[in-house]
């Protein structure tokens, strides 16, 4: 592609959407069994020199890097909220600019890479989006590994490339950095002096790229601990533990596994589950060791929480993930999950919070999507099992709207949101939505199972089984952040980043 003339936020999307793998190339790989190797990480390193920058540079950002199958977010999430009180107090000590970097983008592509919490600006984006994208065309030449003469990164890659352009051009002190897909090989582990590693609960996720058991997955997902760097972790199923293990002492690493924090009974963590203090367990090992290389006069003290932390984890923001939003005929509970595991966390969640409503809700609804994962038709047994046992009346959800990722009814998709990697075919004809409909109503033939085109007509749909008068219909929207993100655009506008 020739270097886009026009240069706002949209043209850098839409060249950003340019390379994304296309749906056939994907099959085509998966039916070969290619799958990322090293390769993949001296190409980013390839892109990198060419951009200007070595491995060594990014020393200078202090990572922070988490990689995990559940909660990696919310792990980076929480540090980055308890290193914004810090950056906050006077007197010029760091962290005095914070970085985080984040995927997958649940309203926008700009979402992924923030300063002090706030996503750049789209003006910022787009002129960090070309510098990047310039300095690979003026260098295509170099020779550098193996990032092929004149090519230009995968979407994924690419942004990494470019948040650590953001960061280093800003001044940010230290960054946060999520991993996308594993650790091993994923674009993020060009980090090679992280200030510390944290690994979340392990599970099944990505079983082609990564492989279909915890202890492959818990390979790839160990590849982000360096020699050097602090290591943690949280509880893990054995298979997982043991490969966790296993490869600290190759690398010899000193890996700590944490139990829940005792410390965090003094903070009021959301949702008040297990899952969700683990990760804030995680977080908080992360945010002291960070804070210790960047301020020596920080001292943690083991027997309680600073004020910071406690600010940090309890006014934490992390959108898309066990929100609820209560609207003017409809409870709106939103959640990003898309593993088995984690649905199950969000279906008891949602009944949890149905149960703890004072003036007793309407009929339970479910808006449900996951999109090219032929794997997702096995989430739906535990969705449908633990609502209609956690419900008193024992009735579970009434009405269950299956979806498509589309975002609107007539308008299609939001440029953020545009995606070439599902068959565009499968999409028209529904095919996965009828599969989970028929898996439905094997599973509970009373409910109301429909199909409906997009995101904005399943919301539409679901504020209908409201009665007027009566009690709010209580909506769960889960399955997939990209329905989450395009039902959040709806329901709060431009206002809903
Ligand atoms: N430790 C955990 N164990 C199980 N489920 C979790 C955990 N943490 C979060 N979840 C669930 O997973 C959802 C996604 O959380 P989060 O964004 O932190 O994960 P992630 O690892 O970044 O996932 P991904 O990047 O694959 O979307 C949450 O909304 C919650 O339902
Ligand atoms: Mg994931
Ligand atoms: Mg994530």
Redesign the pocket.
């Given at each position: 592609m020739a270097t886009p003339a026009a240069r706002s936020y949209n043209d850098a999307i839409d060249a950003l959407n340019s390379l994304q793998t296309p749906y056939a190339v994907i099959e085509a790989r998966r039916k070969a069994g290619i799958r990322p190797d090293a390769a993949s990480l001296r190409e980013m390193r390839g892109y990198l020199a060419r951009i200007g920058y070595s491995p060594r540079d990014l020393d200078r950002l202090n990572i922070v890097h988490v990689a995990?199958?559940?909660?990696?977010?919310?792990?980076c999430?929480f540090v980055d909220s308890i290193l914004a009180r810090y950056r906050a107090r006077d007197g010029g000590r760091p962290p005095r600019s914070v970085g985080l970097f984040?995927?997958?983008h649940l309203i926008a592509v700009r979402e992924r890479i923030r300063i002090n919490s706030a996503p750049i600006s789209e003006e910022l984006f787009a002129k960090y989006f070309f510098q990047v994208w310039d300095r690979l065309e003026a260098n295509a030449h170099v020779a550098a590994d193996e990032a092929a003469p004149g090519s230009k990164p995968i979407y994924a890659r690419y942004l990494t490339l470019m948040s650590f352009h953001v960061f280093l051009s800003e001044g940010v002190d230290v960054a946060v950095y999520?991993t996308g897909i594993g650790g091993e090989y994923d674009a993020t582990n060009v980090v090679e002096r992280p200030v510390a590693s944290g690994i979340?609960?392990l599970?099944i996720?990505h079983v082609f790229v990564l492989g279909d058991t915890v202890d492959k997955i818990a390979w790839h997902k160990a590849g982000i601990m360096k020699h050097g760097s602090p290591a943690f972790t949280v509880e893990q199923v054995p298979a997982a533990a043991e490969v966790l293990t296993r490869r600290a002492l190759e690398k010899q690493v000193d890996l700590k596994v944490l139990d829940i924090d005792p410390r965090l009974t003094a903070a009021k963590i959301r949702p008040d589950a297990k899952?969700?203090k683990?990760?804030a367990t995680l977080a908080v090992a992360l945010a002291e060791t960070a804070l210790r290389k960047l301020d020596p006069s920080f001292a943690p003290d083991p027997a309680r929480l600073p004020r910071e932390f406690i600010d940090g984890l309890e006014q934490v923001v992390?959108r898309?993930?066990?929100e609820v939003k209560d609207g003017d005929c409809v409870i709106w509970h939103v959640?990003?999950?898309?593993?088995v595991?984690?649905l199950k966390?969000?279906a008891r969640?949602f009944v949890g919070e149905c149960a703890g409503r004072a003036e007793g809700g309407g009929p339970k609804v479910l808006i449900f999507n996951q999109q090219g994962r032929a794997e997702a038709v096995d989430f739906l047994d535990g969705l449908c099992h633990t609502v209609k046992n956690g419900d008193p009346s024992g009735k579970g959800f009434e009405h269950v709207i299956f979806c498509t990722n589309v975002t609107y009814a007539t308008a299609g998709y939001k440029r953020d949101f545009v995606n070439h990697q599902h068959d565009p075919a499968e999409i028209e004809k529904m095919t996965m939505q009828r599969v989970f409909a028929d898996k439905w109503r094997a599973l509970d033939p009373s409910a109301n199972v429909m199909l409906i085109p997009s995101i904005e007509g399943a919301i539409n749909t679901a504020r209908s089984f409201a009665k007027e008068g009566g009690p709010k219909a209580q909506v769960l929207i889960t399955g997939s952040?990209h329905l989450v993100g395009g039902a959040l655009g709806i329901l709060e506008g431009a206002d809903a980043l």
């Open positions: 995990g199958t559940k909660g990696k977010g919310s792990t999430a984040t995927s997958p999520e979340s609960t599970g996720d899952f969700q683990k990760n992390w898309g993930r066990c959640d990003g999950a898309h593993t595991d984690s966390m969000a969640w952040l």
